[in-house]
């Protein structure tokens, strides 16, 4: 069983929808979760971070179910700039943190 | 600021040639530092990583190798390269305790041919 999962997808959505990905783990000692967007041919950027209590920016809201062990990502109001890789990431307990591959988003007009 | 620099961004190399990819850190000391390779519509596979000077752990076997010279320096090599390291390669690097995750270099983009 791979310790992060994520459905690869694609989501394919139109502008203004509003999507949401889910990242299941299975290291109970995770302690801190990431979001991060990757772009066709370029370097992983953090996202957000995943926050307990959960968190927002902008359109973007993350969860955290520690219960479930999971960890989400909502995006309102889709742009066709939101097009890319999500990945999610767990760590703590070792120094490896470990990504999931990654959803797929896409948004069509 | 913590900046991380990864270089070359594209690189050509022949089946058999060796190979030396170069990433630095600056604006902290004693980071853990990653080598990721990607493959072309696949996820993020762990290659080696550092937590110090001289200390590299690998995570898979593979034709490659990766050393740590200095504290912000992680040097990832191959003698002979193959047709299957082709890829994506990223490094990165992640200080705890921290809320920022990793931060990844821009990537060299290798093709064996």
């Known amino acids: 069983r791979k310790e992060v999962e994520q459905d690869p997808g694609p989501f394919n959505v139109p502008e203004g929808a509003t999507v949401a990905f889910n990242c299941t783990y299975s290291n109970s000692a995770s302690q801190s979760f990431f979001w991060y967007r990757q772009d066709c041919r370029k370097e992983p950027k953090l996202l957000m971070s995943v926050y307990s209590s959960g968190n927002e920016d902008g359109r973007f809201t993350a969860q955290l179910n520690r219960a479930s062990q999971y960890i989400s990502l909502l995006i309102r109001d889709s742009k066709l700039s939101d097009s890319a890789t999500y990945l999610c990431?767990?760590?703590?307990?070792?120094?490896?943190?470990?990504f999931g591959r990654g959803t797929s988003l896409i948004v069509h007009p | 600021s913590q900046t991380i620099h990864q270089w070359p961004a594209t690189l050509v190399q022949p089946v058999g040639s060796p190979l030396s990819l170069e990433c630095t850190v600056e604006g902290t000391s004693n980071p853990n530092l990653y080598w990721y390779r990607q493959a072309a519509g696949r996820g993020l596979q762990l290659l080696f990583y550092?937590?110090?000077?001289?200390?590299i752990s690998s995570e898979v076997p593979q034709n490659l190798s990766a050393s740590r010279p200095q504290d912000r320096q992680f040097i990832l090599s191959s003698k002979k390269l193959l047709l299957s390291d082709s890829g994506f390669y990223l490094c990165?690097?992640?200080?705890?305790?921290?809320?920022?995750?990793?931060?990844f270099g821009s990537g060299t983009r290798l093709t064996v041919v």
């Open positions: 990165a690097w992640f200080k705890t305790p921290t809320n920022y995750g990793y931060t």
């Open positions: 990431l767990a760590s703590g307990g070792s120094y490896i943190p470990t």
């Open positions: 550092s937590v110090g000077i001289g200390q």
